[in-house]
């Protein structure tokens, strides 16, 4: 039987139920739980500066409107969050920089663009600012974009590179479509939304030779579940009670 008290935990976009998600504010007190892990997203400014925000537009967590990459750095760094004290779009060095001689990892999900296709440069300046921070060794990139966590993990010095995948594309291709996937690009750990997951599907990925992590345990239930099939990392909005129910 699988250990449930095996899983990393991950504050996912710094723990969004508790606070504003991804906000400085949030990281700062995700560094002070129990926790291994904190997740990250980031999409480029117009003057090319790696910004951490989920969405390609400001209009659901912050005050203002329109795709993020017509902003330059210096005014997406003025924009204000919705809720929290007051905190602003935090730029990757800023984040990076909470996590400078911490035990923490932190995950950084390379974003697309508004179109869907990749920003031209984003991981490279990711790993730039990682390095500046000297914090690569305890980062990982993680991506649905295939070709992008392939490139992160031929960049080489993180902790490790995750590829996402949507529940949508596992009804397409199955089990197997997505196994071939990651073995095509030698990935070694992929993650999914934990209501895709269930016993018999993580076993076939296990024998696969592939490490395992999900999202979408938010709640006590999805958490327990996580914890039960004995995932490598859990990503969770609530990190507090992700620690309680953990033990």
Same mark, same amino acid.
């Given at each position: ?10 504050? @996912?976009?710094?723990?969004? /139920?508790? %606070?504003? +998600?991804?906000?400085?504010?949030? /990281? ?19 003057? $090319?500066?790696?910004?951490?925000? @989920? ?8 005050? #203002? ?20 004290? $007051? ?13 400078? $001689? ?34 690569? #060794? ?24 995750? %590829?996402?995948? +949507? @529940?949508?594309?596992? @009804?397409?291709? =199955?089990?197997? =479509? ?8 030698? /990935? ?26 999900? %999202?979408?345990?938010?709640?006590? +239930?999805?958490?327990?579940?996580? /914890?039960?099939? =004995?995932? +490598? #990392? ?14």
């Amino acid at each position: 039987m699988p250990n449930r008290y095996q899983a990393d935990i991950v504050s @996912h976009r710094g723990g969004t /139920f508790l %606070w504003p +998600e991804n906000s400085l504010e949030a /990281f700062e007190n995700s560094l002070m739980l129990g926790i291994e892990q904190a997740e990250c997203d980031v999409h480029l400014s117009a003057d $090319g500066v790696p910004m951490v925000i @989920h969405d390609p537009v400001l209009q659901r967590t912050t005050e #203002a409107q329109g795709p993020v990459a017509t902003r330059s750095s210096e005014e997406l760094g003025q924009i204000r969050l919705r809720g929290g004290r $007051g905190g602003t779009i935090p730029s990757l060095a800023e984040v990076a920089a909470l996590f400078t $001689g911490k035990s923490m990892q932190l995950q950084v999900e390379v974003k697309p663009a508004i179109t869907g296709a990749a920003y031209p440069g984003l991981l490279d300046r990711s790993l730039a600012i990682l390095d500046q921070a000297g914090i690569r #060794a305890q980062c990982r990139i993680i991506a649905f974009d295939a070709e992008v966590a392939a490139a992160a993990q031929q960049a080489g010095g993180l902790a490790g590179v995750i %590829w996402l995948f +949507e @529940h949508r594309l596992l @009804h397409a291709i =199955g089990a197997e =479509g997505v196994i071939a996937i990651a073995r095509t690009y030698g /990935f070694d750990m992929v993650e999914t939304d934990v209501v895709a997951l269930d016993a018999e599907l993580c076993g076939r990925f296990r024998a696969a030779g592939l490490r395992l992590g999900a %999202w979408g345990a938010n709640h006590a +239930e999805t958490l327990e579940k996580a /914890f039960g099939l =004995g995932l +490598e #990392a859990v990503a969770t909005d609530n990190p507090v009670l992700a620690t309680r129910l953990r033990g």
